[in-house]
């Protein structure tokens, strides 16, 4: 018997911690007395997105978006909504102009937004693989199996434009061209998902969410470059997401979508978790693969690029778990649409963790090229208490600043970097006139002295001046000197590190100097200051 | 879930049994909207077996357009339980008496042949007010 009324209750790690699961409980229970099991389906799904209003109830077909969801909630909200059909006021969620009741396309949290990687979070329930598979899931490898050679999915990527979520923004198909083109009698897929940055949760939610996409995913991969197994590399942090996915996997090999000969193609792919300990520089692609080899996550010099010489010194791919969640839909409506998405350099959606001072924090997936004030104000809904914007943080302790002046940038990849900051793996921490910018330097490189690896001098060595210098500024210690030396050793440090943590660990001290060179100066006690200048 | 190993048809039967549990959720190019008053009275009369008889016949003719939303009583208690129909371009009529029996005509005649089910209608708005054009449901399409 179909049901006639679904409720869907977040179940990401967000609202999990306030209590998501008891109110999960509750409402089958009450669902249960009030017979209505056959009508009514109570879902776990993953992140909605919209964090700071949880625990998030959803309601459907009628749309009711019930937010801040106790479990003392449930029994009213079964009796009232579920039984008999009226929709419980006092927790819909409300915003001037809005009463999200049958129109949770206009809150504005969710208006500027467009879901491509997130197309299933908080739709399906991720622990069944029959939900993944109504939704056109495990489609794309049926059309890559049975219907396109590897140089098919080569040239689909390249038409779509994708390029890498995890920072760099390698384009995805030549990635693949490569692994593809090396002669090899072993190859391997590597989903990185390591996702260190602080304040970003982006990855964790697809995990959460829509682990059968990975799985779907990297079978695909395996498939175009000739890989039977594949690795996924997830912090021990993130231990919903690793049941999900272990869930998952054991779905698809029970299905036959993973395995021996799936679904009769010849075809065989296995995938194994490998934990981290969460460490930021092992999810830098050479420290990573040594991690799964048992070995101590050090960087180490490229080339040979991981595409060529990776896992155990074989030709590997490695992607991040955004790319990977793109790459399915990819196949389903052709390169070409996913092309008419974004800007000119950087094609498709991106999905950022909005945090710090702003009114609705939460994950979010937007177009490529959407300004960033639309960010704060719409989607965000702006500063709370009515204080004044001053930066957003993007890119996490790699990336950098981005003051008022450049609210209006159309963000992308290239846009992100002229700034002197970069799109990182899209974690934006937003600030107000009350944060000090020497501070919100120094928290970052903090962050990035205790995660260096120790292996190259600039960033060992490098890091921690900076660092000092940094915390003898701000406590009034500091000279002009101090100031341009902060310069000369970023400069180095971004010059000559082995790998990208010490080439971008300088960024956030670099560009708060560049757009608040100001609060540096005030810091400078005056008899200093002026001596120096 | 007693499935092994499927076969590539086997993943496709699968998918088109499912896809329909799951296509009823999204609330996206729905045109269609059928209101089941579901007040106490409306229960009491066997509401809940004709929303239930409404879904599974939705189902097996893969109505995917079609929203089936639940309300309070529709103002006629005299003839509950009762449904609202909404279909573009047609007038918006509401039911009464609409047994297990009724909802399916409703479905094969009103929803699918685009007729009213003539015997089984106990309001229908002017025509005026139905030109109003405030609901963007009727505007639809
Ligand atoms: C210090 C450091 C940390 C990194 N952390 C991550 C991470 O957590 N997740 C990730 O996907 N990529 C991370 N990267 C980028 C990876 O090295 C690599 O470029 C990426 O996994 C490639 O996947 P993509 O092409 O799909 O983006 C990091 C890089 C550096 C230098």
């Known amino acids: 018997m179909p049901y006639a009324s679904f409720c869907l209750v977040c179940r990401g790690t967000a609202c999990e911690s306030s209590k998501a699961d008891t109110l999960y409980d509750e409402i089958k229970q009450h669902v249960a007395a009030n017979g209505l099991n056959d009508q009514v389906q109570v879902l776990r799904t993953g992140c909605f997105g919209f964090c700071e209003q949880g625990p998030i109830v959803k309601v459907l077909p009628d749309e009711a978006f019930y937010v801040q969801v106790v479990p003392e909630d449930a029994e009213e909200l079964v009796h009232e909504h579920l039984l008999k059909g009226r929709p419980v006021e006092r927790l819909i969620y409300r915003?001037?102009?809005?009463?999200?009741?049958?129109?949770?396309?206009?809150?504005?949290?969710?208006?500027?937004?467009?879901?491509?990687?997130?197309?299933?979070?908080?739709?399906?329930?991720?622990?069944?693989?029959?939900?993944?598979?109504?939704?056109?899931?495990?489609?794309?490898?049926?059309?890559?199996?049975?219907?396109?050679?590897?140089?098919d999915v080569i040239k689909e990527l390249e038409i779509s434009g994708l390029r890498g979520r995890g920072g760099g923004g390698f384009p995805t198909w030549k990635k693949w061209k490569f692994t593809k083109d090396a002669q090899s009698d072993q190859k391997y897929i590597v989903l990185n998902a390591d996702e260190g940055d602080p304040g970003a949760y982006m990855d964790r939610s697809m995990l959460e969410g829509d682990p059968h996409s990975m799985i779907e995913s990297m079978a695909i991969a395996g498939y175009t470059v000739g890989a039977d197994t594949g690795y996924v590399y997830v912090r021990a942090e993130y231990p919903l997401a690793i049941k999900r996915l272990r869930t998952a996997i054991a779905q698809a090999e029970e299905y036959g979508l993973l395995g021996d000969n799936i679904l009769g193609s010849g075809f065989s792919f296995r995938i194994e978790i490998r934990l981290g300990a969460g460490a930021f520089v092992c999810g830098e692609e050479t420290a990573l693969l040594l991690s799964i080899q048992g070995e101590r996550g050090?960087?180490?010099?490229?080339?040979?690029?991981?595409?060529?010489?990776?896992?155990?010194?074989?030709?590997?791919?490695?992607?991040?778990?955004?790319?990977?969640?793109?790459?399915?839909?990819?196949?389903?409506?052709?390169?070409?649409?996913?092309?008419?998405?974004?800007?000119?350099?950087?094609?498709?959606?991106?999905?950022?963790?909005?945090?710090?001072?702003?009114?609705?924090?939460?994950?979010i997936e937007v177009p490529m090229g959407i300004k960033l004030r639309e960010i704060v104000y719409n989607i965000g809904g702006g500063i709370p208490g009515d204080k004044k914007f001053k930066a957003v943080q993007s890119g996490g302790p790699s990336g950098g600043m981005?003051?008022?002046?450049?609210?209006?940038?159309?963000?992308?990849?290239?846009?992100?970097?002229?700034?002197?900051?970069?799109?990182?793996?899209?974690?934006?921490?937003?600030?107000?006139?009350?944060?000090?910018?020497?501070?919100?330097?120094?928290?970052?490189?903090?962050?990035?002295?205790?995660?260096?690896?120790?292996?190259?001098?600039?960033?060992?060595?490098?890091?921690?001046?900076?660092?000092?210098?940094?915390?003898?500024?701000?406590?009034?210690?500091?000279?002009?000197?101090?100031?341009?030396?902060?310069?000369?050793?970023?400069?180095?440090?971004?010059?000559?590190?082995?790998?990208?943590?010490?080439?971008t660990a300088p960024n956030p001290a670099l560009s708060a100097l560049r757009y608040f060179?100001?609060?540096?100066?005030?810091?400078?006690?005056?008899?200093?200051r002026e001596d120096a200048v | 879930m007693a499935q092994k190993k499927m076969t590539l048809e086997e993943l496709r039967k699968l998918r088109e049994e499912k896809r329909h549990s799951v296509q009823v959720r999204d609330t996206e190019g729905k045109t269609i909207q059928v209101t089941v008053g579901m007040g106490t009275s409306g229960i009491a009369a066997g509401a809940k077996e004709t929303l239930q008889t409404l879904v599974a016949e939705l189902a097996k003719h893969e109505l995917t357009n079609?929203?089936?939303?639940?309300?309070?009583?529709?103002?006629?208690?005299?003839?509950?339980p009762t449904i609202e129909v909404r279909v573009p371009k047609m007038p918006a009529v509401i039911y009464g008496r609409v047994t297990p029996d009724v909802v399916r005509r409703?479905?094969?005649?009103?929803?699918?042949?685009?007729?009213?089910?003539?015997?089984?209608?106990?309001?229908?708005?002017?025509?005026?007010?139905?030109?109003?054009?405030?609901?963007?449901?009727?505007?639809g399409e």
């Not at chain 1, 467009?114 to 993944?132: K, M, Q, T, W």
């Not at chain 2, 079609?66 to 003839?79: I, K, M, Y």
Request: aromatic share 6%; charged share 25%; glycine share 10%.
């Open chain 1, 95 to 151: 915003e001037p102009g809005v009463h999200a009741l049958g129109n949770i396309d206009q809150i504005s949290f969710y208006q500027k937004q467009f879901r491509v990687a997130l197309r299933n979070c908080g739709f399906i329930d991720p622990e069944n693989i029959e939900e993944y598979i109504a939704r056109e899931g495990y489609v794309a490898l049926e059309r890559v199996l049975f219907e396109m050679s590897a140089d």
């Open chain 1, 298 to 363: 050090m960087p180490v010099q490229r080339p040979p690029y991981p595409a060529v010489k990776g896992l155990w010194g074989k030709p590997t791919v490695i992607n991040n778990v955004e790319t990977m969640a793109n790459i399915p839909v990819i196949i389903m409506r052709g390169g070409a649409w996913f092309a008419k998405i974004g800007t000119e350099t950087s094609k498709g959606t991106k999905v950022f963790a909005l945090t710090g001072n702003v009114r609705n924090s939460g994950l």
């Open chain 1, 402 to 503: 981005i003051s008022y002046e450049n609210l209006d940038t159309e963000i992308d990849y290239e846009t992100l970097t002229a700034l002197g900051s970069m799109m990182g793996s899209g974690g934006l921490i937003v600030m107000d006139e009350d944060n000090s910018m020497v501070d919100v330097a120094r928290f970052y490189l903090d962050f990035t002295v205790d995660e260096s690896c120790g292996k190259c001098v600039p960033c060992r060595v490098g890091g921690r001046q900076i660092l000092h210098l940094l915390e003898k500024i701000s406590k009034g210690e500091g000279t002009m000197e101090d100031i341009q030396r902060i310069e000369e050793i970023g400069k180095t440090m971004k010059e000559t590190s082995l790998c990208g943590l010490g080439k």
């Open chain 1, 517 to 528: 060179r100001d609060e540096f100066h005030e810091k400078i006690p005056a008899e200093v």
């Open chain 2, 66 to 80: 079609v929203r089936v939303r639940q309300s309070g009583g529709l103002g006629l208690e005299h003839a509950e």
């Open chain 2, 106 to 139: 409703i479905v094969n005649h009103h929803i699918i042949g685009r007729e009213l089910v003539d015997e089984h209608i106990y309001d229908r708005p002017a025509a005026d007010i139905l030109d109003a054009g405030d609901h963007p449901i009727v505007n």
